[in-house]
């Protein structure tokens, strides 16, 4: 067994915990883990995707001329 192994994650100092508080207490220090490791993994950025970008609504204004119906899909 190594010494990682062996080292307890938590440690009540003093008093007499019952096992529901002593379960009470584990769940809020594993629920505060958690959302610190949830808002670490939010805050790394990743990149945009540009299909819901709102420059894509806009589009280039129509022009006139032959077979530009066609065309306008595509400008």
């Known amino acids: ?9 938590l440690r009540v100092v003093k008093g007499d915990l019952t096992p529901e508080e002593l379960a009470a207490l584990v769940a809020v220090v594993a629920a505060r883990n ?3 490791a949830h808002a670490a993994a ?6 945009r995707s540009e299909w819901g970008h709102p420059a894509r609504l806009a589009r280039t204004p ?11 899909a595509w400008a």
């Open 42 to 47: 939010r805050a790394v950025k990743r990149p």
């Open 62 to 72: 129509h022009r006139f001329g032959p077979d530009q119906w066609r065309r306008s």
């Open 34 to 36: 958690a959302a610190a």
């Open 1 to 9: 067994m190594s010494d990682e192994e062996a080292k307890p994650v």
